[in-house]
């Protein structure tokens, strides 16, 4: 049975690729057990696509269908029970993008993690002030009150914390452009704290901060992603926009997202090079 510890969001889509793989293992379409059971083919497929929770009787009624044994029947359960758990961000989903929510749900229950970041310092590696500034940068542009800025550096902080000091920390690799760390966000000595909580940051064992630099040759033309990957659950990689964001699950695609950031990470300065540049800016900002 799976563990109460597991994010809820990977629950439910691992609840949803379960009941697919007993369909089609039971040779049945999508149509033919939704007319087996009485339902409509909506509702067969909103359930395998995630998109709706079943209930208990939905599920007993598919294990019936799909001649699914009792530990079988009792794992999807225990699946339905975990995904109707409440995640930590969903205090903060009124102020958050649903795209956004599901990704922290996605998060939450990652192995490794992949971050290339060519604009600003990750969300994870940021300050409070920091972060604050760069919420508030697109004025005028994207409008956040006052409120839903306080709620968001808030959730950032948070999730700093669940993500970060969890007992099981992923294995987390960042890259970040050199111009992240001269583009300027706040005052002189905000950034100057930023520098330093980064050198702190890369000294952690499950962390890894690379930078590429100015004079590197930039080898993959792309913005920012992160690559997420799991251990019972297929890997997925975020992107970012202005007003909304994706998800990329065709797994070829994900393959050259994985490629493509592991040949940006072999143009950077190795982590020690890359210290002593972090550390050459948080002087810069002494002054």
Request: glycine letters at 4%.
């Amino acid at each position: 049975m799976p563990s109460q510890q597991g994010s809820p969001t990977v629950r439910r889509l691992r609840l949803a690729q379960e009941l697919r793989l007993l369909r089609e293992r039971s040779k049945l379409t999508g149509g033919k057990a939704a007319g087996e059971l009485g339902w409509s083919a909506s509702k067969v497929s909103r359930i395998e696509a995630a998109k709706t929770m079943p209930s208990a009787d939905d599920i007993k009624a598919l294990a019936e269908l799909y001649q699914v044994d009792e530990p079988k029947l009792d794992e999807l359960f225990g699946l339905l029970r975990d995904a109707l758990q409440r995640g930590w961000w969903e205090d903060y989903e009124d102020s958050l993008p649903e795209e956004y929510t599901r990704f922290l749900g996605l998060e939450a229950e990652a192995t490794f993690q992949r971050n290339w970041e060519p604009q600003v310092v990750p969300g994870l590696l940021q300050t409070e002030d920091y972060a604050r500034e760069v919420i508030l940068a697109p004025r005028g542009i994207v409008r956040i009150t006052h409120s839903g800025v306080r709620s968001r550096v808030e959730a950032r902080m948070d999730r700093q914390r669940r993500v970060l000091q969890r007992p099981d920390p992923p294995e987390m690799r960042f890259v970040l452009d050199e111009s992240v760390l001269t583009r300027k966000f706040g005052e002189p000595s905000v950034m100057r704290a930023q520098m330093e909580h980064l050198l702190e940051m890369s000294l952690l064992s499950h962390v890894s901060v690379r930078v590429l630099t100015m004079e590197s040759l930039h080898p993959v033309n792309t913005g920012a992603f992160i690559h997420l990957k799991f251990a019972a659950f297929d890997d997925v990689v975020y992107l970012e926009q202005l007003y909304t964001a994706n998800f990329v699950e065709d797994l070829a695609r994900v393959a050259g997202y994985e490629a493509a950031f592991e040949h940006i990470r072999s143009e950077a300065l190795d982590e020690d090079e890359s210290r002593v540049l972090i550390q050459r800016k948080a002087m810069m900002w002494r002054r």
